[in-house]
Structure formats: C-alpha cells, structure tokens
C-alpha cells in the first residue's frame, strides 16, 4: 500500500508498555489546527471514562485530535478513571500546544482495571515526538487488540481523501471492549453536515454489522476533516464516507470472533424501517440462526421462529423468505414443489458459499433494512471460554 | 420410580412412525370426563397450526384431553397444518367418545413439512387403544425429541398429587420447535383460578428459564384436575404446581444443548419488576457472558457491559455485582481490595461450580428477577450447526 496522507494530519502510535506483549497500545492522530469534527458512541448505558468525556467535548462540533491507547478500555474505574482520561487529554495538549477541551480520548482493553498512568504518560510523550504526516498505519497498529490485522479504507471525494481505521473482532474482543474506528479527510465541511452525516452513515454500516450482538462499553467512532482540499460536493464526500464506513464495518465482520462467513439479512415489506430493523436484528443475533449459517443447514424453521420472537406485529401468512436465489417460503407456508427435498439441496448449495443474502419480505408496508452478520462457530467458544490466566 | 397415578385420567404412548427412528411419537393425556384446565402458550408471532387450535379451545376452561405427537412440529404447513390439527382431534374423539372441541394437540419436531397423516391416524388408534391409569410414564417418554432422557416431576399437595411433564433440550431443539409440558392433578380447582396460577407459576419457572434466549412456535403448557381428591387448599396446591413446574424448567436448562452448568441470575434494586427481567435476561442470553460461564472466566467486564445494553435505564454508578460469595464491583467500579489478582482467582473458583448465583444489584427500588441459564459450549455448536442430511 502507498503512504496514507491527508493533508492537515499527523499521526503516531507507539509501544507504550500497557499491554503485556510489547505490541504498540498508544496512538495519536492531531490536526494542525482546530478543525471540524463529528462523533458517535457506544448506546451501552455502562459507559467508560473515555466516552463520557469524548462525547461532551466533541459536541462543540471541532476538535484538535484524539489520544487512543489500547489494552486497557478505562471501563467501570470510578472517579479515577475519569481524572485519568482528562489528564491523557492534558499530556497530548502540553505537546502539541493544544488546550484538553480541544481533545478527545478513546481507550479499548480489558475492563475494571485502572490505566497504568506511569506507562501511558511516557507513552503519550514518545508518541507526541513521533508524529508524522505519513503516520496513519502505525496509528491503525496502535488501536488493535485481538484484531487478525490492521481493517484501513480509503477513498477519494473528487480532490479530497477520505481514510479511515477500525479495531475490533466482534463487538467486543475477549476481555476486551471496543469497536473503535477514526475517519480523517481533507475535504472542507460544515460541523453540523459532519455530525448529521456521520450518524447517517453510522447507522447504515457499524450499527447494521454484527458478530455477537453485545455493544462494548467503549464503542467511538470519529472523523475530522482538516479543509485542506477545499469542498468537494456533500453528496460527494457523504458517498466516500459511506463507502469507507462500509468497508471498515465488512472487515469487523469477517474478522468476528470465529467467524466463517458474512451474511446479508435484508427485511423488506415491515410497516416501518424501524420493524424490519428489529426483525433483521432478531435474525442476525440469534444462535440459532447462526449456527445452522456455519453448518451451511437450510433449517429456515429457525429464521421464521426468529421473525416471529422479533417483538414486532406481522402476519405470518404473508412472509416471504427466500435463500440466495432459493424462495423455500411463501405465504408464511413452506415451498413444497417440485419436492421438499429439491428445495432443501438448492438452499444448501446457496449456504455454502462463503457470502450470500437472506431475505424475508414481510408483506405489510415499505419498511426495509440491511443487516451484515457471520456465523457461530467453534472457534467463537475456543476464543471466548478461555480463562484469562 | 414407583407407578405415577392420578385419579381421573389415562395415559399412552405409541410409536407410529412419525419419527424415522422407530421411538415412541403418539402420546395420549385423557380424563374420565371434562375437566378444568389451563394453558400458557409460546409469545412467538409465528404459531404453529396446533398452539392457534389449542389457545382456542382452552379458553373454554374445561377440557377432556391432548394428543400429542413428535418428530414433527406442523408449524408453517398452511391452512393444511391447521386441517390437520383438527383432525387429529376427531380421530382421538371418535376413539373416547368425545366432542373434537373438547380435546386439543399439541406437537414438537421439524418445521415446514406436512404431517403424514396416514400415520398419525393409525398411531393415535393404536395409542387409545393402549389408554391405561399407569401410562403416564410412557406418554413422557412420547413426547421428547433430542431430550437425553425423559423430565417428569411429581409433588404432594395434601391428599392430591401434582405430576408433570416436558420435553425440551434448548428452547429450540434442533431442526426441531419446542417446549412442552403436561401437568396432571387430581386435587378440585376452579378454572378461572387455575389459569391465573398457571400464568403466575410460568412466569416464574418456564418464562425464567433460558437455554438460548429462542422462543419456538409450539410452546405449550397444559395443566389439567380431575377434582378427584376434592379441595386441597389453593397455597398447598399452588406450592406444588410451582415445585414440579420449577423442577421441569431446571430440567429443561440442565439438558440444555450442550450445558454444562446451571447459573442462577438474581437482578435486584430496580426500579420495577419488569426492569429487573430486562436486565436478567439480557445477562442470560449473551452468548459473551455464556461462553466466559463456560470457561470460568471472572471476566465480569461483559456482565456489565450486558446490563448496560439491557435497554434499562440505570445509574452505573450504582451497580454492585457478586459471583456467588465474592464482591466483584461496588459503586460501578472494580472492587480492588484486597487485591485485583485475589478477587479473580476467588472468582474463578467460584465459577468452577457447577451450579452458582450472579447477582446484579441497580440500587434504584425494589424491583427483582431471578432467572435460569447455561453455559455456551462447543456442543452447542455441534448438536445445532450439522446439517441434518
């Protein structure tokens, strides 16, 4: 890959010593100047330091940069935890001549554990001194925990450059707390069009992405954009942000915790947008459902008992589900021509595939909604019922 | 196990070729004449063809009996399913001389495929013909599916006698729909006050009992009084539908797919009932928090992290957690006295147990709820992701 650069920024990520194996754990990412920025943030109501502060200080629509340090999420600390994650803002602005409001923090790590403050505060200090323009990949290093790799994705909005970075293999990590993702552009914007978008384009990708359906205490997701290539078109710029958030949201996917596979689940016909939501939730989540998408089993029983427990009013004599190409229900009845056991051969084939599409129509409105998940499998128990010591 | 008699009914179970393994499939439950009874039904949306007729017919409060069958759950089968249903009820009230309206169906097995009626005709002849006051252990063992053996439950109420039973490996079987029970007793009851307490008694020990958080479209509970030992005393009698429904549901969790423990989630301090169930269930379903109870794991981070996402409002700051004996978090923050490393290594011998409590306590009212979970393990995954051919 070609070096990331987008005009405006420096970046840095270093190994701070939080974490036990020496892997980086401390990253920057500063603008040259205040510039505008948007966020958006784990729904958990068990929130860690870093987010309560972040979320209040991001308000104010611009920001200087963010302090990311990973094997520590800063999660259920108390008082403590919050004076530190103030204090991380405190050591980065002394460096980069920057006030603490202007600053944000994001941390990801094992939760109930107080931040080696020592560690982080030299950490912070050598990663100051190694800011660099061309330092985007070692700061998309520094945020990863049990992640396989680095998840990076660029593109272009007419002259200007959208880049963003992920961490995160599921929801949460084993031990761990986080989705954490960090978009930079040179496109100049207005921080309210910022803010609005992001939750748009949030919305149609991380938040429609599952692995486990558990959301982490330390959830954050932010962009900054420095001006530097001047406007380039909102709609633009919003389908670069869309198309990068989406590819970012697909590699937290394929890198799920055990995960074999990504599946669509597309729920049309609900009487609202939010219904067929909760009913691709319902199917996306479900264990049942997962297990028969690792097992590659057309057991669709499963996808309508989920339908049904979705907590929405449907009429189950007009749902439509098909596999693929494959309709195996029609008028909430199963297909039973030319056989019952053609059908099933069909739909077996159509799971084998690594990605496909399953699609429930509801029949009651033009509700609609896209839901991205992987399947369950022996290697998500291995990971997570593995005790720590 | 001494022969299990109830005064005022018979009971069978018959083989008739549903199931292609040759076990018993057609169970039989009939009194010597209309009696009060009850039911409680599955809250899925997409209900199985038997559970639309049964609800129906039970409304009435009076019922001579049910004819069940397994190895198939005549659920999505269409106006089909539901002409099926009907009929099984006339052949079995051509056979005891009663009105179809006065018996119901109940069946459990794989979605989707039509009933084979011809067999299901002969095997509920065969069954009546077997009716016998001794049958009640052969009509509990007609009824399992992938249960490792049969889940039957006796109690004293006075001089009646309370006996149940169910069927249910996971609240989904697989490739199968459902959990069934079946209680009989002799004692005198009212059939208004039966309903109520079979509500109440559901809601306390099928309702809190959670193997994977699926619920089917065939869940049926059916409880039924020959009146045959006269009054009782509606305490004692209710104390022993509690007792021989609590032992039923902590079967079911114990045969749960795979499980290898049974943890009992307490939630109290909140604001309401309903706020406490909220967040218990949320506890005992995710798949984080079930694979770390496999593992031992004192990773209780995803604890909190799953009342937070529970959809409860609450206030972390007042969240105290307790694995069995040991306090894990005091105020939302980690308990780290005497030191981080002791109170793990406590915790994990506590989670070695087979059987233990998590107790989340909110500290905002008075609000309780005690469910019943297992653990998420490799077999899990075995039994549900092999595709069935």
Redesign the interface.
Known sequence: MTKIIVPGFRFAGVAGGIKKNGKPDVALLVADESVPAAGVFTQ????AAPVILSERRVAAGRLRGVVVNSGN?N????E??EADADEMTRILGRSVGAGPEELVVASTG?????LPMDRVRSGIDSAAAALSPTGFTTFADAILTTDKGPKVSVARAGDAIVAGCAKGA?M?A??M?TTLAFVVTDAQVDPAWLQETLLAAAGATFNSAIV??????NDTLLVFASGRAGRVGDDRLKGALFDVLGNLADMLVRDGEGATKLVRVRVTGARTDGDAQLVARRIAT???VK??L????P????I???????G???D??R?DLDLGPVA??R????V?LPS?EEI?AAA?QVMREPSYEVRVALGLGSGSALVTTC????E???I??????
Not at 44 to 47: H, Q, S, Y
Not at 75 to 78: E, L
């Open positions: 958990n109501r068990v929130r999420a999660a259920c600390t108390g403590r935890g094992v939760i109930g554990v107080p599921g949460i084993p031990q707390a486990d359906g558990d959301t982490s205490t479900s264990p049942l297990t028969a690792h097992g590659a089993d057991n669709w029983g499963r309508m008992c989920a339908v049904g427990n979705a929405v009013d449907i189950p004599r749902i195996v229900v008028g909430g009845a199963a039973v019952v099933e077996h399947d369950l499998t022996h998500y128990i291995t997570n019922a593995s005790y720590r010591s």
